[in-house]
């Protein structure tokens, strides 16, 4: 019915159904929106937690084996690189 207005949940006021439907379409929209945003910030925070560790662990190894420095080096820049790749990755597809 084109026409049928409709009580809104909170304030009492008539809106016409079409009105309320998108209403509702707009909110699940913005949480499906903000959901992203939290994944996104999750798996960023986490990742650089985990090259703030690497890097530690880097130091820690170097400070043991100043011989091997470089090819620790390497590997940890190796491991961050993918790191840094899987999270683009993954804000790619959520977008």
């Known amino acids: 019915m084109a026409n049928e207005m409709m009580k809104s949940g909170t304030g009492g006021v ?3 159904a ?6 509702t379409r ?6 499906i929106e903000q959901s992203k ?6 798996v960023g925070e986490f990742a650089i937690s985990e090259v703030s560790y690497l890097k530690a662990i880097q130091r820690q190894a170097e400070s043991v084996n ?7 080096a ?6 961050v ?10 804000s790619a597809e959520l977008d």
């Open 14 to 16: 008539l809106l016409p």
């Open 18 to 23: 079409y009105a309320r439907r998108e209403i």
């Open 26 to 31: 707009v909110v699940g929209v913005t949480r």
């Open 37 to 42: 945003v939290h994944a996104k910030s999750a």
């Open 66 to 72: 100043p011989d091997a420095a470089e090819a620790i």
């Open 74 to 79: 390497l590997i940890v820049n190796v491991t």
């Open 81 to 90: 690189a993918g790191i840094a790749r899987s999270v683009a990755q993954f």
